[in-house]
């Protein structure tokens, strides 16, 4: 049983990375700072990147402690988006798209290594009062709350269109 959530878990978690990949790499230029509700295009996809890491991992010190969080600390910066606050802070494409592959890594090898007892106990976020298992739900839930936000705007305001993703596939 453990064998299979962990396929099915990892090929939802592509699946939407590569839902939220095909957002940013069809945006236009023009869309890229345009608004996406309260956010920017580029902050939204931020956002899902973001909390994907977060919760990807054990907690906020391992979410700091990265590489990636090291040698992007300009990206990162305050890491406004722990605070309740607006979002400033914009990203280019290629920081996202990096941090998009960096996410995307990160979570095939965190979810190969999780382990029965691991998947099964509270995740180190307080306010989360679930088991780790069922958090890897929430996240894939969370990235592709935003991907449908992009692709819809996407879709409003350029006539782009993001195909839809299932199980199992992967971007070429």
């Known amino acids: ?30 869309s890229w ?7 920017r295009f ?28 090291r040698q992007h600390a300009r990206a990162f910066a305050d890491y406004e988006e722990l605070e309740d606050r607006v979002q ?20 095939a ?5 999780e382990s029965e007892q691991v998947l099964n106990s509270r995740p180190g976020f307080e306010r989360l009062k679930f088991s780790r298992a069922e958090l890897h739900v929430y ?9 449908a936000q992009l692709s819809l705007r996407l879709r409003i305001d350029s006539g782009v269109e993001i195909p839809w993703v299932g199980s199992g596939w992967r971007q070429l």
Do not use: W
């Not at 400033?88 to 979570?107: E, G, M, N, P, W």
């Not at 996240?139 to 991907?147: L, S, T, Y």
């Open 1 to 30: 049983m453990l064998g299979a959530y962990k396929e099915l878990i990892a090929n939802q978690f592509e699946a939407a990375f590569c839902t939220l990949a095909a957002c940013v790499d069809r945006c236009p230029e023009e």
């Open 109 to 113: 090898d965190v979810i190969a290594a």
């Open 139 to 147: 996240n894939i839930r969370h990235v592709q709350h935003h991907a």
């Open 42 to 69: 580029c902050q939204a996809a931020f956002h899902a990147l973001f909390f994907a890491d977060l919760y990807l991992g054990k907690d906020l010190k391992s979410l700091r402690d990265q590489a990636f969080h």
């Open 88 to 107: 400033v802070a914009v990203y280019d494409k290629a920081f996202i798209k990096a941090y998009l592959q960096h996410c995307r890594d990160k979570a």
């Open 33 to 39: 700072n345009r608004p996406v509700g309260n956010l």
